[in-house]
C-alpha cells in the first residue's frame, strides 16, 4: 500500500457543513412560528432537523479521513486524539450553556424597556446541569433542555469514545470491518424492537437512537473516506465510487418519502440521507464541479469553517429574536418566520463570528499533526 499524503482542508466538505446548519436552523425558526403552511417549501422545513444527520457523516469522514489509509498508528495517537477532541469541542460547549442559560436573563430588561414582554424562567436545576455538562442528555427525557439542539452534540461526543474501535476495525479489516459494524448496529435495532415492539415510551425511542442506534450514518462517512483515500482521491475511481456517487439523487428522494411516510420506528429517511451524504463527498474528492463547486463557494466555505460556532449559538439567538418578531410585526406566522430569518440568521453569523474568534479559535490545534506513515498489513 503506497502512501497518500494527507489533505488538511476539503473545501466542500465545509460548504456542506455549512447547507446542513442552516437547514437546522431553517427547521427551527419554522417550528417556533407554529410550523406554519409555506406550500411546496413545507417539506424542506419540517425535516430540517435531519441536517443533523448529514452533519454526523461528516464527522466520521472528518474523523478517519487523515488515517483511513492505514494499518496501524503511532504508539500515543489515541490518548492524543482524545485529549484534542476534548480541547476542541468542550469549552465552546460550555461556553454555549452559559450563553444559552443567561441569555433570557440579559435581555429581559431590554425587552420590557422596548414594551415587550420576556419572561427569562427560571435556572435550570442541579440535576439539568448535571446531565448537560456530562453530555448525557441524548439518553436521559428531561421536562427541558438548557438548548435543545446540543442532543446531537451529546451524540458526537459519545462517537468519540467508540471510535477507535470503528477505525481500528475498519483500518485493520476493511470491508469486513464495515460489515461487522452495520451489522451490530442492525442486531442492536432489531433486537430492540424484538423485545419491546414498536410502541415505545419516550425513554425507549432515545435510547433506540442511542449511538449504536445511529451507528451507520456515522460509519457511512467513514465508509466515503475509505474509499477517497484507497482510491488516491481521484473522482470515479471504482465501481462502488459510481454506483454511490449516481445514487445520491435517488437516495435524497427516497429518504425524504420514507420521513413523511416512516416505516415504523427505525429511521430508514436517515440512513437514505447520511449515505446520499457520502455519495456527495466522494463524487466531489478531486476537484468540485457541479453542486461541488456550488459548496466550495467561499461564503459557504467561511460559514462552515465557524459552524460549530454558528450551531453551538443560533437557536438561542433566533429564538429570542422571533420573540421580538411576533410581538412587533403583526400578520401571518409565515411572515413573522420570514421576518426573524431575515434578522436572526445574519445577527447569528455575527455573533457566530465573534464567538469564534474569541471562544473556539483559541483552542484549536495550530501546529500539524504529525505525518503518519501506513505499514504493511501483517497476516
Known amino acids: 500500500m503506497t502512501e497518500t499524503k494527507p489533505v488538511s482542508r476539503l473545501a466542500y466538505v465545509d460548504g456542506l457543513r455549512a447547507l446542513s446548519a442552516l437547514w437546522v436552523i431553517l427547521y427551527d425558526v419554522w417550528r417556533f412560528n407554529r410550523e406554519p403552511d ?82 427569562p424562567g427560571s435556572l435550570p436545576d ?76 419516550r425513554q425507549e425511542f432515545l435510547l433506540l437512537n442511542s449511538i449504536v442506534g445511529r451507528l451507520a450514518i456515522f460509519t457511512a462517512g467513514m465508509v466515503a473516506a475509505l474509499v477517497i483515500r484507497e482510491s488516491g482521491g481521484k473522482r470515479g475511481a471504482g465501481l462502488l465510487d459510481a454506483i454511490w456517487g449516481l445514487s445520491t439523487v435517488p437516495l435524497v428522494m427516497l429518504g425524504f418519502y420514507w420521513y413523511f411516510h416512516p416505516v415504523g420506528p427505525w429511521p430508514l429517511s436517515d440512513v437514505c440521507l447520511g449515505v446520499a451524504a457520502g455519495g456527495i463527498l466522494l463524487r466531489h474528492a478531486d476537484a468540485p464541479r457541479g453542486l461541488g ?18 450551531y453551538l449559538i443560533n437557536r438561542p439567538t433566533c429564538y429570542y429574536v422571533n420573540h421580538a418578531v411576533t410581538q412587533l410585526v403583526p400578520g401571518s406566522p409565515a411572515l413573522q418566520m420570514g421576518v426573524t430569518l ?37 497476516g
Not at 152 to 177: C, D, N, T
Not at 297 to 309: D, F, K, N, T
Not at 351 to 369: D, N, Q
Open 38 to 119: 409555506l406550500g411546496v417549501l413545507t417539506p424542506l422545513c419540517a425535516s430540517g432537523h435531519l441536517g443533523v444527520e448529514v452533519f454526523m457523516v461528516l464527522s466520521g469522514f472528518c474523523l478517519f479521513y487523515p488515517m483511513a489509509h492505514l494499518w496501524r498508528l503511532p504508539a500515543g495517537h489515541w490518548r492524543t486524539f482524545f485529549v484534542r477532541r476534548a480541547r476542541r469541542i468542550l469549552p465552546p460547549y460550555y461556553a454555549a450553556l452559559l450563553y444559552a442559560i443567561v441569555l433570557p436573563h440579559l435581555l429581559a430588561p431590554l425587552f420590557g424597556a422596548a414594551g415587550l414582554s420576556l419572561s
Open 126 to 201: 442541579a440535576a439539568s446541569l448535571f446531565v448537560h455538562v456530562t453530555m448525557l442528555q441524548n439518553l436521559v427525557d428531561l421536562p427541558a433542555l438548557i438548548n435543545p439542539s446540543f442532543w446531537s452534540l451529546s451524540l458526537e461526543a459519545q462517537y468519540y469514545l467508540v471510535f477507535p474501535l470503528l477505525a481500528l476495525a475498519i483500518m485493520r479489516r476493511r470491508w469486513k470491518g464495515v460489515l461487522a459494524i452495520l451489522a451490530a448496529c442492525a442486531v442492536y435495532r432489531l433486537g430492540f424492537l424484538a423485545l419491546l415492539g414498536s410502541d415505545l415510551s
Open 293 to 310: 463547486r456550488v459548496l466550495a463557494m467561499p461564503g459557504l466555505v467561511a460559514i462552515g469553517e465557524r459552524s460549530y460556532s454558528f
Open 342 to 378: 431575515a434578522l436572526g440568521v445574519p445577527l447569528s453569523l455575527a455573533i457566530a463570528a465573534l464567538f469564534y474568534r474569541g471562544v473556539e479559535k483559541p483552542f484549536m490545534v495550530r501546529r500539524k499533526p504529525p505525518e503518519l506513515r501506513p505499514q504493511a498489513a501483517t
